[in-house]
């Protein structure tokens, strides 16, 4: 039967479609950028600071070191959560062109195919 293997085949890639737009639905790269820029401005305030208590103090205070090394830390750290979320980025990309091609095999996009005949 033609007919049920064509259907088979049609639900066959709806399963795959809705299971794709279900794993797209959440952007994890999106949590990662603003990971990236909270960390950055959080790194970039504790570094004035640091800065200032460097430029003001006679003799260098234990407390400008550990502000500076903090800085320090959430700079690397907004740069890991950039670096990851570029990657995961790129795979949320994959998987959109992926789902357009299911789309585009379904004929879903198409208004005339969705008219009944």
Do not use: C, I
């Not at 090394?69 to 890991?80: D, I, K, M, P």
């Amino acid at each position: 039967m033609p007919g049920s293997e064509m259907s088979a085949d049609t639900q066959d890639l709806r399963n795959q479609l809705d299971r794709l737009q279900e794993s797209l639905s959440v952007r994890q790269s999106t949590t990662h950028f603003a990971h990236t820029g909270v960390a950055t401005m959080v790194a970039l305030m504790f570094g004035g600071a640091a800065g200032k208590l460097f430029y003001d103090s006679l003799r260098t205070p234990l407390l400008a070191w550990g502000v500076a090394l903090l800085s320090v830390v959430l700079l690397g750290y907004a740069l890991r959560r950039y670096l990851l979320g570029r990657r995961v980025l790129a795979e949320e990309l994959k998987g959109y062109q992926a789902m357009l091609a299911l789309r585009s095999q379904l004929r879903l996009d198409e208004p005339a195919a969705l008219l009944p005949r």
